[in-house]
């Protein structure tokens, strides 16, 4: 197929591998535009940008739709199908109506469940058993439209947001890649009203740990946290993320630590695994031990 990719983290790059890879004619890519980053704040180019230069690729990164000649542009292209994944601008409906058979969407839930901007992150926070992605023909709506394909998985006890990322980026790969070769054939099915629920972009201060809370529920938040943003906690005035956890059997005050960094919570307990300081990088906390010595109770 003639097909136009949308899309710009790193979640979407092995997508536009994938549809490359399976013979499909990319006809453009379209990312967001390159911003400031790093010390020097040069601007740098997306994930899927850069991607699509390795491949040479066109690629455009208009700001938005609203000027006439971006959706006339689009349109040119002549695309039988504009694949979308993760790519941060809302599509006007004349950009929707462009391809012949319309966008189509790899959104990384189960839907209805966890419409929205964070479906991963809120997955694990919520304490999900399984997840996956949904190939969905788009709508106006947010993420409201017909659902072509789904891919189930199972979410680790111990999974973080940034590894099950990288799972259900593969299998999104996978299940457009499906579903484009049987688009004739595949059914969309509208949505269940029953079960719907939206995640909601991840707000910076959700990430204070509060350790009154019960152990599986901060136990989650670390996880669904991990990477980014990071739930952190304060030791000797130092903020330092938390980033791989799980349940373990202990009690005490909430916050104090019952030994190496076991940490009392207000049911149970969380072993810490993996932790970042401030100006540092991830490590294990057996080397982030041997550089801090942890106070009775945790802030």
Same mark, same amino acid.
């Given at each position: 197929?003639?097909?136009?990719?949308?899309?710009?983290?790193?979640?979407?790059?092995?997508v536009?591998d994938?549809?490359?890879?399976?013979?499909?004619?990319?006809?453009?890519?379209?990312?967001?535009?390159?911003?400031?980053?790093?010390?020097?704040?040069?601007?740098?180019?997306?994930?899927?940008?850069?991607?699509?230069?390795?491949?040479?690729?066109?690629?455009?990164?208009?700001?938005?739709?609203?000027?006439?000649?971006?959706?006339?542009?689009?349109?040119?292209?002549?695309?039988?199908?504009?694949?979308?994944?993760?790519?941060?601008?809302?599509?006007?409906?004349?950009?929707?109506?462009?391809?012949?058979r319309?966008?189509?969407?790899?959104?990384?839930?189960?839907?209805?469940?966890?419409?929205?901007?964070?479906?991963?992150?809120?997955?694990?926070?919520?304490?999900?058993?399984?997840t996956?992605?949904?190939?969905?023909?788009?709508?106006a709506?947010?993420?409201? +439209?017909? &659902? /072509?394909?789904?891919?189930? =998985?199972?979410? *680790? %006890?111990?999974?973080?947001?940034?590894?099950?990322?990288? $799972?259900?980026?593969?299998?999104?790969?996978?299940?457009?890649?499906?579903a484009?070769?049987?688009l004739?054939?595949?059914s969309?099915?509208?949505?269940p009203?029953?079960?719907?629920?939206?995640?909601a972009?991840?707000?910076?201060?959700?990430a204070?740990?509060?350790?009154?809370?019960?152990?599986?529920?901060?136990?989650?938040?670390?996880?669904?946290?991990?990477?980014?943003?990071?739930?952190?906690?304060?030791?000797?005035?130092?903020?330092?993320?938390?980033?791989?956890?799980?349940?373990?059997?202990g009690?005490?005050?909430? +916050?104090? &630590? /019952?030994?190496?960094?076991? =940490?009392?919570? *207000? %049911?149970?307990?969380v072993?810490?695994?993996?932790?970042? $300081?401030?100006?540092?990088?991830?490590?294990?906390?057996?080397?982030?031990?041997?550089?801090?010595?942890?106070?009775?109770?945790?802030?």
């Amino acid at each position: 197929m003639r097909v136009v990719f949308m899309g710009t983290p790193d979640f979407s790059v092995p997508v536009l591998d994938a549809l490359v890879a399976a013979g499909h004619d990319i006809a453009c890519v379209y990312s967001q535009p390159p911003r400031p980053a790093g010390r020097g704040k040069k601007e740098r180019p997306t994930p899927v940008h850069a991607r699509a230069e390795e491949l040479g690729l066109p690629v455009r990164h208009p700001l938005n739709f609203k000027d006439a000649a971006e959706r006339e542009a689009f349109a040119a292209l002549n695309a039988d199908v504009a694949v979308v994944v993760a790519y941060g601008l809302i599509l006007p409906q004349a950009i929707l109506d462009a391809p012949a058979r319309g966008c189509l969407n790899i959104h990384a839930s189960l839907l209805p469940r966890w419409r929205g901007a964070a479906p991963i992150h809120r997955a694990i926070m919520a304490g999900d058993a399984e997840t996956g992605v949904c190939i969905m023909q788009m709508e106006a709506g947010l993420d409201t +439209g017909p &659902v /072509l394909l789904c891919r189930a =998985v199972r979410i *680790g %006890d111990e999974e973080t947001t940034g590894a099950l990322h990288d $799972r259900l980026s593969a299998l999104g790969a996978d299940a457009i890649v499906d579903a484009l070769a049987q688009l004739d054939d595949l059914s969309p099915e509208g949505q269940p009203e029953d079960g719907v629920t939206y995640a909601a972009k991840i707000d910076k201060a959700e990430a204070r740990i509060d350790w009154s809370k019960p152990a599986g529920e901060v136990d989650r938040l670390i996880r669904g946290l991990s990477p980014f943003p990071g739930a952190w906690c304060e030791i000797a005035g130092e903020r330092v993320k938390l980033l791989a956890s799980r349940v373990v059997d202990g009690s005490g005050a909430p +916050g104090q &630590v /019952l030994g190496g960094f076991t =940490v009392a919570c *207000g %049911d149970g307990a969380v072993e810490v695994l993996t932790a970042q $300081r401030s100006g540092k990088k991830a490590m294990p906390v057996g080397e982030i031990l041997r550089g801090m010595e942890l106070p009775d109770v945790l802030g």
